[in-house]
């Protein structure tokens, strides 16, 4: 089959930008789709091709022309839900191909997604289940709603019933790699231009065994931590052997101590020449300390760590289970052994003027290298969804970039923003990695 796989193009809108004129909130990295790299990975037997409209937005008539798929997967995250639907219908006016959702969005709200214009959605790690369908649709379109475990068909104007199901090993398919040359054409584009940094992405755990309330990564996997095995991910590592840098896409790279270990010994004794980039808690980097010593030598150049907040009881409400006293710990740590910390805040539309001068304080008094500041946003499929739902105001999913309020703020709405970038600028002014 001729399979069409499509990362949607920039997207998202800006409060700050459309009422008040700041711009200077945009933060836009362009990485490569891994989502759909390891979906192309697991159809061996099919022509597929990845079509990545971030990079060539305007590509999508040349491929439904030239191409002529008969299946087109789309996949996207919450801010760019309205985008994968529109492009499905303008996809169903132009050709008769079978139209499939997935990614995180879809696995957490699929409900928004039963539209005419789907045929299919896959929720959860869509792997495997993707390639199920694929296989299933080879011999005809099924009236079977149970066709594939974890792909619903749609069923526009009735309410899905959602599928509860638990990722395993299985769902990996981990014998098959990532079909990362479907985008060497692309290759070039995926670097962070301020810091002349190429980036490729690699794989290794999916899920995380933590429950933060407003994290979305639970429906990935239905509640599961999964790991690669270390070969395989040695195996996808070597396969971007012109990519200097590595970046982890994993929620934890670190949710398995001991699995964790053996990966960093692993790679330094493979002679693998690369730096990394990954998430790792702040408690975890306090509890073992050598795992990180391992990391370093082998090539660990920097950590994304979830500080979130600096009260103790901003985390409780969270349940991000961790304290400030141990962010303090981690920062020093991480200090001491040279590794670079990328320092993940959020600030909450109830924030008053004191929230912004004690963040502002705490970082000016910390060596967090690069701070990136989001603003509290209620992801649909949440707990802090459910907690919050009755005071969100807006509801349209192109605000849900992490850096607009979808909720009513404390202060007046353009002194929020204001506070929000001179948040940004102040602590952006050394910032490296």
Not at 55 to 63: F, M, S
Not at 148 to 153: A, D, N, S, Y
Not at 205 to 212: K, L, M, S
Not at 338 to 364: C, H, K, M, N
Request: with cysteine; hydrophobic share 40%; charged share 25%.
């Amino acid at each position: 089959m001729n399979i069409l796989l499509v990362n949607p193009p920039n997207c998202g809108r800006s409060i700050p930008e459309e009422r008040y004129g700041i711009t200077s909130l945009k933060q836009i990295f362009r990485g490569e789709p891994l989502a759909l790299e390891e979906l192309a990975g697991n159809l061996p037997d099919h022509d597929v091709r990845i079509l990545d409209l971030k990079v060539e937005p305007d590509g999508l008539d040349v491929e439904l022309d030239d191409f002529r798929p008969e299946v087109i997967g789309l996949t996207g995250v919450t801010c760019e839900a309205n985008t994968m639907l529109r492009l499905a219908r303008e996809i169903n006016k132009r050709c008769r191909a079978t139209v499939v959702i997935g990614g995180i969005h879809a696995s957490n709200d699929p409900q928004f997604f039963n539209d005419p214009a789907v045929d299919y959605i896959v929720t959860g790690l869509g792997r495997k289940r993707f390639a199920d369908l694929i296989e299933s649709l080879q011999h005809g379109p099924s009236t079977d709603d149970s066709l594939v475990p974890g792909v619903l068909r749609t069923t526009p104007g009735t309410r899905l019933i959602p599928q509860s199901r638990r990722a395993t090993a299985k769902d990996l398919v981990v014998d098959r790699p990532p079909a990362y040359h479907l985008v060497s054409g692309y290759r070039s584009s995926y670097r962070l231009e301020k810091l002349g940094i190429t980036m490729g992405f690699v794989a290794t755990a999916f899920g995380c065994p933590h429950r933060c309330s407003f994290c979305c990564i639970q429906g990935q996997t239905g509640g599961s931590y999964l790991t690669k095995p270390v070969d395989a991910v040695l195996r996808d590592i070597r396969m971007l052997d012109a990519v200097p840098v590595i970046r982890f896409v994993d929620a934890n790279t670190f949710g398995d101590i001991e699995r964790a270990m053996t990966l960093g010994r692993a790679l330094l004794e493979s002679g693998i020449k690369k730096q990394y980039l990954a998430d790792i808690r702040a408690d975890t980097v306090v509890r073992y300390p050598e795992l990180l010593r391992i990391w370093k030598d082998a090539g660990l150049r920097a950590v994304i760590i979830g500080f979130e907040e600096v009260a103790d009881a901003s985390l409780a409400a969270m349940q991000k289970s961790s304290q400030v006293q141990t962010n303090t710990e981690a920062i020093a740590l991480l200090g001491e052994l040279g590794i670079t910390i990328v320092g993940d805040f959020i600030i909450s539309p109830d924030y008053d003027e004191e929230d912004f001068e004690r963040l502002t304080t705490y970082l000016a008094t910390r060596s967090i290298d690069l701070p990136m500041i989001t603003v509290l946003t209620p992801l649909p499929g949440t707990p802090l969804h459910r907690q919050l739902h009755s005071r969100i105001t807006n509801h349209d999913l192109d605000y849900y970039t992490l850096t607009n309020a979808v909720m009513p703020t404390r202060l007046p709405e353009e002194r929020f923003y204001t506070r929000y970038v001179q948040l940004l600028a102040a602590s952006h002014h050394n910032a490296r990695l």
